[in-house]
């Protein structure tokens, strides 16, 4: 019978045996990974929503608050599944004012109400241009962008309107964008 202690220094013999003749670094990675259980990774999209909105308030002595003109940076990240667009705009009819200067005075300054959006990719090529105005059916889900390019996006929103506080009566628009964007979790 062979001793327990003769066996682990048999063991503990054949051990460094085995190591002084692999060539090179014993793979720690490697080693780890016998031991300890990997890590799964699931991917999981969640939305995320950019919002550009006005409500045009119109004060006569301010010409600008008939105006309005926004660029905005939207990040694609890789792997992001879509991009959706959704505007919606309200240009209600004016009423009669029961004062024709007031009527022309709007319409001097403002002779179009109108929303207009350019979305355009991170190579400057403009991937959604959408004009509208009071004819336009409101709100308007443009077509899906697949798989958008990775990069900064800009969106480019030019709108005119007026806004009567003592009628309650404003122009008005929503440009709404949604990312797919994936999320990586860890799960032991």
């Given at each position: 019978m062979v001793s327990l202690a003769k066996k682990i220094v048999m063991v503990c013999l054949v051990l460094s045996l085995v190591l002084a003749s692999t060539p090179g670094c014993i793979d720690v990675e490697l080693?780890?990974?016998?031991f300890i259980p990997k890590k799964k990774v699931v991917i999981t999209y969640e939305a995320k929503v950019y919002t550009i909105k006005h409500i045009f308030v119109t004060r006569i002595a301010d010409p600008?608050?008939?105006q309005y003109h926004n660029v905005t940076e939207?990040?694609?990240?890789?792997d992001t599944?879509?991009?959706?667009v959704v505007i919606s705009a309200s240009f209600p009819e004016l009423p009669d004012f029961g004062n024709d200067t007031i009527r022309e005075l709007i319409e001097t300054y403002v002779p179009d109400r109108y929303l207009n959006?350019?979305?355009y990719n991170p190579n400057g090529t403009p991937v959604v241009a959408e004009f509208?105005?009071?004819?336009?059916?409101?709100?308007l889900q443009l077509p899906r962008v697949g798989h958008p390019e990775i990069g900064k996006w800009k969106v480019r929103v030019s709108a005119q309107g007026v806004g009567v506080e003592s009628m309650k009566i404003y122009d008005s628009f929503g440009v709404r964008i949604t990312l797919s964007e994936p999320v990586e979790t860890v799960v032991r």
């Open positions: 080693a780890k990974s016998l600008s608050t008939l939207i990040e694609v990240i890789p599944r879509y991009l959706d959006v350019t979305i509208i105005n009071q004819t336009t059916a409101h709100p």
